[in-house]
């Protein structure tokens, strides 16, 4: 680790045995997401995306800032045990250890297989949208984009001569022209449209307007999933024009165990989020969500309590957008007008 209080990743590992008991020291790559795997199998989506919030390299070149991640290139096979299609990696952690751990962590997603959306050698590679051919005549392509209020820093903007992440500056309405330029020079028709957004603060579930505004101009320009993320915690959907934005995701995989989060937020209750779309218009026909808990950096089915405290949050939140998050047949799913 490099910050300025916790020295050694092990000593996130005592807190959480602390709080929950021990865990097993030796594990293989798909320990963390314990029933995950299971949801996914059940499900089996056409296309699984995450945030990776983190560097992927041995790179000492520490950025200066408070908070430094990285994760050891041998350690990739952790996401390959997901079957991970695509990484999104436009967001405050990813040059955390300089332009050389950034070269490293999209070698070693690279060499993995693993698509990359967000952040390359150049503007046009960190513009450009990871694709997905799901086989059908359909594409999945995503674009991803950092913004400043995320604490991207400016910095990190990719340019012609300098590695970095697509960066965004603010929401207005150039920025959002830019967007849907890169979109209509990168995609066809027929696509399906995911734009990631690391956006807004660690905490909060208040949904500022410039953001709803700029999710809708998004739309507007044919963008059919809006996939956002950075806060620590679950954060309202939306279905605008039949097509959803997920204004923040949550960590789904952290290590705060063992560190209480603040006020009336769970960071160790999560969602997994399994849209479906109609692959002929874009549209959402369905979205399904599984409420996880993490604990001994795994995740299982949380109590009956814990699910129902995160349902219950994630539809008094989502009804601010007409929408509605509900228990049915043992599934919680989204219901709109």
């Given at each position: 680790?490099?910050?300025?209080?916790?020295?050694?990743?092990?000593?996130?590992?005592?807190?959480?045995?602390?709080?929950?008991?021990?865990m097993?020291?030796?594990?293989?790559?798909?320990?963390?997401?314990?029933v995950?795997?299971?949801?996914?199998?059940?499900?089996?989506?056409?296309?699984?995306l995450?945030?990776?919030?983190t560097?992927?390299?041995?790179?000492?070149d520490?950025?200066?800032?408070?908070?430094n991640?990285?994760?050891?290139?041998?350690?990739?096979?952790?996401?390959?045990?997901?079957?991970?299609d695509?990484?999104?990696?436009?967001?405050?952690?990813?040059?955390?250890?300089g332009?050389?751990?950034?070269?490293?962590?999209?070698?070693s997603?690279s060499?993995?297989?693993?698509?990359?959306?967000?952040?390359?050698?150049?503007?046009?590679?960190?513009?450009?949208?990871?694709?997905?051919?799901?086989?059908?005549?359909?594409?999945?392509?995503?674009?991803?984009?950092?913004a400043?209020?995320?604490?991207?820093?400016?910095?990190w903007?990719?340019?012609?001569?300098?590695?970095?992440?697509?960066?965004?500056?603010?929401?207005?309405?150039?920025?959002?022209?830019?967007?849907?330029?890169?979109?209509?020079?990168?995609?066809?028709?027929?696509?399906?449209?995911?734009?990631?957004?690391?956006?807004?603060?660690?905490?909060g579930?208040?949904?500022?307007?410039?953001?709803?505004?700029?999710?809708?101009?998004?739309?507007?320009?044919?963008?059919?999933?809006?996939?956002?993320?950075?806060s620590?915690?679950?954060?309202?959907?939306?279905?605008?024009?039949?097509?959803?934005?997920?204004y923040?995701?949550?960590?789904?995989?952290?290590?705060?165990?063992?560190?209480?989060?603040?006020?009336?937020?769970?960071?160790?209750?999560?969602?997994?989020?399994?849209?479906?779309?109609?692959?002929k218009?874009?549209?959402?026909?369905?979205?399904?969500?599984?409420?996880?808990?993490?604990?001994?950096?795994?995740?299982?089915?949380?109590?009956?309590?814990?699910?129902?405290?995160?349902?219950?949050?994630?539809?008094r939140?989502c009804?601010?957008?007409?929408?509605?998050?509900?228990?049915?047949?043992?599934?919680?799913?989204?219901?709109?007008?």
């Amino acid at each position: 680790m490099y910050e300025q209080v916790v020295k050694s990743a092990g000593e996130y590992v005592a807190l959480a045995e602390r709080a929950h008991g021990s865990m097993p020291r030796a594990v293989d790559d798909s320990y963390v997401w314990g029933v995950a795997l299971a949801e996914l199998e059940r499900m089996r989506p056409a296309a699984r995306l995450i945030n990776l919030e983190t560097s992927v390299t041995t790179s000492e070149d520490a950025a200066p800032k408070e908070i430094n991640y990285r994760m050891h290139p041998a350690n990739v096979g952790v996401l390959s045990a997901a079957r991970v299609d695509c990484a999104v990696v436009a967001n405050n952690h990813v040059l955390d250890w300089g332009v050389r751990g950034l070269q490293e962590t999209l070698d070693s997603l690279s060499n993995a297989h693993i698509r990359v959306a967000g952040a390359g050698r150049t503007a046009t590679e960190a513009e450009a949208p990871a694709v997905i051919d799901l086989g059908i005549g359909a594409r999945i392509v995503v674009f991803a984009l950092g913004a400043f209020d995320a604490g991207v820093p400016r910095r990190w903007s990719a340019t012609t001569t300098r590695p970095g992440v697509n960066w965004i500056a603010n929401y207005d309405a150039q920025s959002a022209g830019r967007v849907a330029d890169i979109v209509a020079r990168a995609s066809q028709p027929g696509d399906l449209v995911v734009v990631s957004l690391h956006w807004g603060p660690n905490w909060g579930y208040e949904i500022p307007d410039e953001h709803h505004q700029f999710a809708h101009v998004l739309i507007d320009a044919g963008v059919d999933v809006v996939f956002g993320h950075s806060s620590h915690h679950v954060k309202a959907v939306e279905v605008y024009r039949g097509r959803i934005i997920l204004y923040g995701c949550g960590d789904f995989l952290n290590d705060y165990e063992g560190i209480p989060s603040p006020g009336e937020f769970r960071n160790d209750l999560t969602m997994m989020y399994f849209p479906t779309l109609d692959v002929k218009t874009g549209e959402l026909v369905e979205l399904e969500m599984v409420p996880l808990l993490i604990r001994r950096f795994r995740l299982q089915h949380p109590s009956s309590s814990d699910a129902k405290w995160l349902v219950g949050t994630m539809d008094r939140e989502c009804r601010r957008f007409g929408a509605r998050v509900v228990k049915r047949d043992e599934r919680t799913v989204l219901e709109w007008h």
